[in-house]
């Protein structure tokens, strides 16, 4: 039994050996060589100059600023407008609930590059629907989205928090469904209001299946790559709108910085390990509600 156990498991291991643990420890090593466009055959283990080079380069600290605000204002309005209208289909007076649900969750089931390079084009400065609508309704000049740095890193942000509110909306209302209604129909006898039920009850019940989502939404928020260089294209204006994952990829593929960046993606790496930690560990997210 055993054996046939361990048959069935191999694969599997072979391949999490293959497409995980061996590209991580190989990370690790170059992380402390200096591989770049000069030493590609023939470099070297050099210890940690590349993480004191990492920390002493003024951009990281200036790109590691704006992957904070990048992270923390989109994981705001994920689990702000994902619970809002959570807590909207969630009503007995909503027609049409599985139609509604279908259109909200539409941003999250198209391809992220698909969503990225269209949203792109309604941020066209000329004929871009953004642009369009501000003209229309708001009766404002266009806005120059894609040139300048301001309102190119607000466009990646428009663009990722209209992708990201559907995961959440997902998650909440599975909390929801879980929530007994004899609570609500105990809190309406006592007369506490709409706002008082949800701050009493919803809230805190729905406090153990949210913890680990919001966990999960800003390690996927900090690492998203696609939409801030998609949206952005590259990283323009003059490379002023990198997070630190397109900020490693712009290091390693194009200026052939290779030590370096597997360098700093090592430094990623320990940031969200000891957020993600210290995150669970204060919130108490693996702890049942009562």
């Known amino acids: 039994l055993r054996w046939f156990m361990a048959l069935l498991l191999g694969p599997a291991i072979v391949l999490i050996l293959a497409v995980v643990a061996y590209p991580f420890f190989f990370n690790v090593v170059l992380s402390l060589s200096n ?9 070297r283990v050099i210890g940690f100059q590349q993480y004191a080079a990492v920390f002493a380069e003024p951009r990281f600290w200036e790109v590691l600023f704006k992957t904070v605000v990048w992270t923390v204002v989109n994981v705001f309005f994920h689990v702000t407008l994902g619970v809002f209208l959570a807590v909207i289909l969630h009503q007995k007076f909503i027609r049409g609930k599985s139609f509604w649900r279908v259109l909200l969750i539409l941003p999250w089931a198209l391809p992220q590059y698909i ?11 000329e004929y871009g629907a953004v642009n369009l609508a501000i003209a229309k309704f708001m009766n404002m000049a266009p806005v120059a989205w894609l040139t300048s740095p301001v309102e190119a890193f607000l466009a990646a942000i428009l663009t990722n928090v209209w992708l990201g509110f559907p995961f959440m909306m997902v998650v909440a ?14 809190a309406d006898v006592d007369g506490a209001s709409p706002g008082r039920q949800f701050w009493s009850i919803t809230a805190p019940l729905l406090k153990p299946v949210m913890i680990p989502a919001v966990t999960l ?3 996927w928020t900090f690492n998203n790559v696609n939409v801030v260089w998609l ?10 709108t990198h997070i630190l994952v397109s900020f490693v990829y712009e290091a390693a593929f194009s200026a052939y910085r290779f030590g370096w ?17 210290f995150f669970l560990k204060k919130t108490n997210a693996t702890e049942a509600a009562y």
């Open 261 to 277: 960046a597997a360098a700093l993606s090592m430094v990623i790496f320990a940031i969200l390990f000891t957020f993600t930690q």
């Open 35 to 43: 591989m770049n466009i000069y030493h590609i055959q023939d470099w």
């Open 231 to 240: 949206v952005s294209n590259g990283g323009e204006p003059n490379d002023q």
């Open 115 to 125: 969503t990225a390079l269209t949203w792109r084009g309604m941020f066209n400065y």
């Open 173 to 186: 209302l599975g909390g929801l469904q879980s929530i007994p209604q004899e609570l609500y129909e105990a």
């Open 217 to 219: 939404g800003m390690v």
